[in-house]
């Protein structure tokens, strides 16, 4: 389940705190208690995961005094005030502070419950959209979010990092759903260009006249201003560049060649090409893709993964599950077979789909994984690739698996591991070592 949002109960009078407190909690929330404004501050900051409920009238710091004192510790935290019976002004006053809202004492319980969900929901986005933020700008973080330790994976965090650093135009290839925008960002993000402005704009999502002044302006009024000069000094990333026509081509390389070397603007082009006879290469102008393609990237895709097709599945669908409310599927031997055997045309677009609707259809507790497969073919049983893959190979990506999903359940307990999967100590050890899961990563 997803973690419950706390709140900050701060009140003189011990009674109403507790019982503020006890109500909140019996809804649940996760609360603590502060007899005073000055306890209330050591413990609260920019990061404090939840929201805060105050009475206004309170020896020393008063509500308002406090209010404006966490506003300038974070302006998006979300406070309700409590004022007292004809305290109208002061609470009109509150929200012109910032208060998130304000209630009359004596309350109704479930007014104050109401609007707690509203400010944690509140909070919670706020949050989400931080960490978001955050994770776009750090490099390091965005190369964990390419989950796998496959060969091919890790070739590619290698090189992400290697032309990160490097300066020239990237072209970045792969087929639909394979991560190419992340891998996009990340080349961002661990290069000299981190703190300088991102800009993504897919070259399919408009038509030519529309796309020429989105990239190259003048723009019209109500239109945000030009790509190619909203990201000056910074990186420009242009989506299914195969859909530029021949003549904003050419006006794409003209700016490229008029910028000399060193860029000013880096240039990541994302080609998406799906026919099997056709190539970025052949539907660029020679010029255009010669200069883009100084630099490249082949995304890999899912098929060629191997044991990450598993790990990812399983970190889906615990996300999924905490996100529904649920337990995760169990993975049987089979499946997992089936898992990896799968073709996947979508790539990790289609593994996820798949995560949900299994962890879906284990809420109901109807269906398999095997008729997920089978439901995204035409075929009457689960499409396979024909590539052949040696058993040893199977055993191992499975027994990876089960070690890594039973350290997740029981959070890194080796005895309760032990236990479960009937391993003596040395030998889930050695097991942990080959596959390289450390304990530190589940406590």
Same mark, same amino acid.
């Given at each position: ?184 960002? *990340?080349?961002?993000?661990?290069? *000299? ?37 909203? *990201? ?212």
């Amino acid at each position: 389940m997803t973690k419950a949002m706390k709140i900050a109960i701060v009140d003189d009078e011990k009674d109403m705190r507790q019982s503020i407190s006890q109500w909140l909690a019996l809804s649940g929330f996760d609360t603590e208690t502060f007899a005073s404004a000055e306890d209330a501050l050591k413990g609260l900051n920019s990061d404090y995961p939840g929201i805060v409920v105050s009475d206004i009238k309170m020896p020393g710091m008063d509500g308002m005094q406090f209010l404006k004192k966490l506003k300038g510790v974070d302006s998006s935290l979300p406070v309700i005030m409590i004022t007292g019976h004809g305290d109208v002004p002061m609470a009109v006053e509150a929200m012109r502070v910032g208060a998130f809202d304000f209630l009359e004492k004596p309350f109704n319980p479930d007014r104050m419950t109401e609007l707690a969900k509203k400010a944690t929901q509140t909070r919670r986005l706020t949050l989400d959209n931080r960490a978001l933020r955050k994770e776009l700008s750090d490099g390091s973080a965005l190369i964990k979010k390419l989950i796998g330790q496959s060969a091919p994976m890790e070739r590619l965090k290698e090189d992400i990092l290697d032309l990160g650093q490097a300066d020239g135009h990237v072209l970045v290839e792969g087929e639909t759903g394979t991560g190419k925008t992340l891998v996009a960002h *990340a080349l961002h993000a661990v290069g *000299a260009r981190a703190n300088k402005k991102f800009v993504l704009l897919s070259c399919s999502a408009f038509d030519e006249e529309t796309l020429g002044r989105r990239i190259f302006g003048p723009a019209e009024d109500g239109e945000p201003i030009p790509a190619i000069e909203e *990201a000056r000094g910074g990186t420009l990333v242009l989506e299914d560049i195969e859909a530029l026509s021949h003549a904003l081509q050419a006006r794409l390389l003209t700016g490229i060649n008029e910028q000399g070397t060193p860029a000013e603007t880096r240039i990541v082009a994302i080609c998406n090409l799906q026919e099997q006879d056709k190539t970025c290469e052949s539907v660029l102008r020679p010029d255009l893709f010669y200069r883009l393609a100084a630099l490249r990237i082949t995304v890999p895709p899912l098929r060629q993964r191997g044991e990450d097709i598993l790990t990812l599945f399983t970190r889906l669908s615990e996300q999924f599950a905490d996100e529904y409310g649920c337990d995760a599927p169990e993975v049987s031997a089979q499946e997992a077979a089936q898992l990896l055997q799968a073709p996947w045309p979508g790539n990790v677009r289609q593994l996820i789909n798949v995560a949900e609707r299994a962890v879906l259809q284990n809420r109901r507790g109807t269906g398999s994984i095997a008729s997920l497969l089978m439901a995204d073919t035409e075929e009457t049983k689960p499409a396979m690739t024909t590539e052949g893959k040696p058993l040893k190979e199977f055993v191992e990506a499975f027994e990876r698996m089960l070690i890594d999903n039973t350290m997740r359940r029981h959070k890194g307990s080796i005895v309760s591991v032990m236990e479960e999967l009937c391993l003596p100590r040395r030998t889930l050890n050695e097991k942990m070592a080959k596959y390289g899961l450390q304990r530190s990563d589940y406590l």
